[in-house]
């Protein structure tokens, strides 16, 4: 990550999120305790009909904040669970004019995406936000977003993992979850895919050959657990993930680095989607 990225560390000091828009492009990595466990990661979005989520932004604005609570759930393991983490809040911006328009539009308005990172002691969550009213302390006047009503083609969310980790995984299908894990390296994935359609799952619908479902559970060589699920998935499609053999993977995003807790926590109602990382040791 550049020099320049901007740094947020959970409550313990153990794990440190970096962002920045490079060349336009939004990117996170996630570190812990000084080791790589996210590598630069592109985020974004492919829309339909309109210009793309993906590049010429600059970074507006950020705001950081705390937050910590202990609260009952209803029933599970637990008693009490306490939710607490530190929070950024960055607003990205696509000027007027800095990208071609697909829409015909003629009213000047800048295209506005924040991306809201929640970083635990166990785990990482961020999502994605669209505000309709621009934030009066940026802008001078009532300035609305261009991103009034769109559609969603493809999510560009990456997740670049630091090594060849040993994953449990199922195949991507749009029909069923009904499969027998396969235990097998990342890097395996594309051989393995078709016997693990066949351990299970019938009817099914595949979107890739080297697509798995979420969870996805991890194992690093040096015996951390990371899981990359998603949470308050509330008027928006479930995540799929795609192995992509050059290091990448593709609301709360939410990685756990490994804890229940933190997929609790992630869900509550919002407005938009978590995804997540959990880190256990």
Not at 64 to 70: P, V
Not at 72 to 77: A, S
Not at 175 to 182: A, G, I, S
């Amino acid at each position: 990550m550049p020099s320049d990225a901007l740094s947020l560390r959970s409550p313990d000091g153990q794990l440190e999120l970096q962002f920045a828009v490079v060349d336009g492009v939004p990117q996170y990595a996630l570190n812990r305790n000084g080791q790589a466990v996210v590598l630069p990661s592109r985020m974004g979005f492919i829309l339909e009909w309109r210009d793309d989520l993906a590049h010429a932004f600059v970074l507006k604005d950020s705001k950081r904040s705390t937050f910590d609570e202990t609260w009952e759930p209803v029933w599970g393991e637990e008693a009490h669970i306490r939710n607490h983490y530190n929070e950024m809040l960055v607003t990205l911006e696509q000027p007027v004019g800095s990208v071609e328009s697909m829409d015909h539009s003629t009213e000047k308005r800048p295209t506005v995406m924040q991306i809201r990172f929640r970083l635990y002691d166990d785990g990482l969550g961020f999502r994605y936000e669209f505000p309709d009213l621009l934030p009066a302390d940026l802008y001078l006047g009532n300035i609305y977003n261009a991103l009034v009503c769109f559609w969603f083609k493809e999510e560009l969310t990456e997740f670049a993992m630091a090594g060849d980790h040993t994953a449990w995984w199922i195949p991507g299908d749009y029909d069923t979850q009904e499969y027998n894990y396969t235990e097998s390296k990342l890097s395996e994935i594309r051989d393995l895919w078709e016997a693990g359609h066949k351990n299970g799952g019938w009817p099914w619908t595949a979107f890739s050959k080297t697509g798995v479902q979420t969870a996805l559970q991890m194992k690093t060589a040096d015996g951390l657990y990371l899981n990359i699920h998603e949470a308050a998935t509330l008027d928006f499609p479930t995540m799929h993930l795609d192995f992509i053999d050059a290091l990448s993977i593709n609301p709360w995003d939410t990685m756990s680095v490994f804890h229940q807790k933190a997929k609790a926590n992630s869900q509550q109602p919002k407005a938009y989607t978590f995804r997540a990382w959990l880190c256990p040791d």
